[in-house]
């Protein structure tokens, strides 16, 4: 440290206003003594019951990297969203875990199975095509990607824009099978109407280029004249994660009609995140949440469990954080299936209730933490509801451990594939998103290299 910020910090570490304003500042501390005791009492003690686990993996993470085209020109960039999904063996994993040391070869085999979704879109600066700007070059290269993204390149209903007119499919408006967007990007009107079609679509106010990507309103988050438009890159890789399930779970049932519900009781997918959708794009997580429902109505009257979907908190989570802070103090076993009341008063410290339920326009899926052999996880299962209409009743609902008939299952799971790397991650995961870390690898000098080659 050079002497000039020595000299900066001890000239702040003095001045009477901080002290002051800090002294006045409240904070979170570590709990203990009879605040210990009363977060104890809200955690049930949970043995695993030992049944057969799913013997396929899905695992769903991403990443962004925003490559710059020039040197000299910083603010001129194109950005990189990837979406990995990996399909393994729960026997190959087990198999790979319990030796001492990795086998490579072992290794390679087992993460073999898995797809890379690459989309590659205008950040600052790019015009793409025919367009007039970066935000209509990024609208354009995101339709086109949903578009020409099929599991049958011959078959369009197997498209990503068809899962996108599905899951719309599910919002309480009479749509007809349209997409109808909350305004026209480029004029303003309002509710404006999309047709599932693969023809050039125009508003009829102002005449100018529509798309169905429009309703995810990310091109909202796009600044024109910024330097860097990362924000938006990681906005779209959460959003597009949770779309992919959708698109994954249509296209089970789609392709399997008579026999995807015995399918899927042999699957188990995880996504590296929470169950929930932030931003413009939050209302998808209605959609999901319905259409989770749906399927597992058909999959109770089968006499199975529901479907096994866990979001896997980060590390950097506010949830993962407090589970650190409280680990010592529970038993092993224990779990807690997190109510509005107990987030709160002890974990989003100082924060009023919202007077509504936790994560009502964002969230699909319920939080839990559970301590195992000195390990807390972190994790959310698909709410079992389809509505939270009724507000104060979903509240209560939502947070009935014993409803959630995948949780003995999530906690099996959970247990059998702890990861040796993160205490707070499993195997699969860990293994998934090795593929997806653009911007921490050295790979992301190529993606640079291959933007400033490519463009004239």
Known sequence: MSSESKIA?????????????LECCTFMREPNGEEIDEIINNFEILNIREEKLPDNLITIASSSYEASIRDNIPFTNIGYVKLVTSLLKYNDIKDVSK??????FKLAKITDENESLVF??????????????????????LDEFFENFRDDINDRKTSLKETLFWLFSYRKINNDGKIILHKCPTCGHENITVQNIEENQFCPYCENRIFATDRLRLYEELDEYAISNKGVLGRFEKVIKHIYLGHLLRMIKVKNKNTYLQMLKNVGIII??????AGT???????????????????????YNDLLIIGLLKESSIITNYAQLISQHLENNSLLCI??????????????????????ETYYGQDFLWKHNNNVFSFNLPYYLDTKENVEKFKIDKCNYLMYNNLNIALLLLSELKSDISNTSIIPLVLSKSYTMISMEPGSKVLDLLSKNNII
């Open 120 to 141: 590659v879109l205008p950040s600052c600066n790019i015009k793409y095509k025919d367009t007039k700007n970066t935000s209509e070059s990024f609208r354009l290269a």
């Open 272 to 277: 590296d995140g929470p169950l929930m959708i």
């Open 339 to 360: 109510s509005d009341d107990f987030r709160e008063k002890y974990i989003t410290f100082n924060k009023e209730s919202s007077g509504t339920t936790f994560g009502n």
């Open 99 to 104: 030796d001492k040391f990795i086998d490579p």
């Open 281 to 303: 794009a939050a209302w998808v997580h209605k959609s999901l949440m319905k259409a989770i429902f749906e399927i597992n109505v058909e999959m109770r009257k089968k006499g």
């Open 9 to 21: 910090h001890i000239d702040i570490a003095k001045n009477p206003n901080v002290k002051e304003f």
